[in-house]
């Protein structure tokens, strides 16, 4: 596609639910990332995925949230057992290779409420 | 990778250019600077990236120091729509950490 794509774009869930947030990023981009944003904060690195291997995980915040990327295409990140605090948009992004100044294309987020 | 400081605020009058700074004295040779935007209740927007020499493109002007350990991000005739926050990141090229590292950024008021 043209762009990032995010999918839902909004999410409601009860606390102790597990969650799945959908990245589709642009066409050939090997490079993919995952970053939270609370609610009037910075962006909160958590993931990326070369191709379909995600070198870095140190990001993730505990063993509740993993990611996973098929085909060098789409990417999940779940949740489970959801907390308030998870509670953030998570954005996703997409770029041409990790180890080159390419710029990166965000999507616009999935915005998570645990209630 | 090397770290940035940018002001928290700032605030420019619509139609007049806005030179938003970012330091960054730790930078080393292979390291590229970044700029990117966030608009409100959207995510994150490219602006422009140099490593050396200062560069335009049809969103702003990135002037890089000589020694490198400074830039300034040029907005050439603010609009109400460039009120954002606006980071500056560094990355290392083959370096070892393959994300983007986002700061606090500056918050660019723009005023009618």
């Known amino acids: 596609g043209a762009g990032v794509s995010q999918s839902p774009s909004n999410k409601v869930t009860e606390k102790g639910k597990d969650v799945e947030l959908r990245c589709d990023p642009i066409?050939?981009?090997?490079?993919l990332y995952w970053y939270r944003q609370r609610l009037g904060q910075g962006l909160e690195f958590l993931i990326y995925?070369?191709?379909?291997?995600?070198?870095?995980k140190s990001g993730l915040p505990s063993d509740r949230f993993s990611a996973e990327r098929t085909g060098e295409s789409v990417s999940t990140l779940t949740i489970q057992r959801t907390q308030q605090e998870d509670s953030a948009v998570y954005l996703c992004?997409?770029?041409?290779?990790?180890?080159?100044?390419?710029?990166?294309?965000f999507g616009s987020g999935t915005r998570l409420t645990v209630v | 990778d090397a770290k940035t400081t940018q002001p928290n605020s700032m605030e420019s009058n619509e139609e007049e250019p806005v030179h938003l700074p970012c330091n960054h004295s730790?930078?080393?040779?292979?390291?590229?600077i970044h700029w990117y935007r966030q608009l409100p209740s959207q995510g994150p927007e490219y602006v422009i990236h140099?490593?050396?020499s200062n560069v335009n493109n049809r969103m702003a002007s990135l002037a890089i120091a000589e020694d490198r350990k400074s830039s300034t991000l040029i907005l050439h005739r603010a609009t109400l729509r460039d009120a954002a926050v606006y980071y500056c990141?560094?990355?290392?090229?083959?370096?070892?950490?393959?994300?983007?590292?986002f700061g606090k950024g500056t918050k660019l008021s723009v005023k009618p």
């Open positions: 992004a997409s770029s041409q290779g990790v180890h080159r100044p390419a710029g990166y294309t």
């Open positions: 730790t930078i080393s040779g292979t390291d590229y």
């Open positions: 990141i560094l990355s290392r090229v083959g370096g070892s950490q393959g994300n983007l590292i």
């Open positions: 995925f070369q191709g379909n291997s995600a070198p870095d």
């Open positions: 140099g490593l050396t």
């Open positions: 066409s050939g981009h090997t490079a």
